[in-house]
């Protein structure tokens, strides 16, 4: 029997507060998750990664993950960097 069931992709809105002085965040991680009915680690591909630089404000980043099948699902979810103020 074919595999026609996309996988299951999570994605959750990501808040940072920068350190004070900090014009941007890094090293965020930002990897949403992803489950299939029938391959156990799907592939998940974002536009950003938890190394990209994220200025302050909103960035969004889509997401895909696609199961050994090629059957996929797709995401969306917001990347807020804010600056942290000092004591």
């Known amino acids: 029997t074919k595999d026609v ?4 992709l999570n994605c959750t809105d990501v808040m940072y507060k920068t350190d004070v002085g ?3 965040a890094t090293n965020l991680s930002i990897q949403p998750s992803a489950w299939d009915n029938a391959d156990t ?4 591909v974002c536009s950003h990664s938890s ?3 994220f200025p302050f404000g909103d ?4 997401c895909t993950s696609t199961d050994s099948s090629g ?3 797709n995401c969306s979810f917001v990347v807020t960097v804010v600056g ?4």
């Open 71 to 73: 059957n996929s699902d």
């Open 51 to 53: 190394q990209d630089v």
């Open 59 to 62: 960035t969004e980043v889509t």
């Open 84 to 87: 942290r103020k000092p004591n």
């Open 41 to 44: 680690s799907p592939e998940v």
């Open 22 to 24: 900090s014009s941007n």
């Open 5 to 8: 069931e996309a996988p299951q």
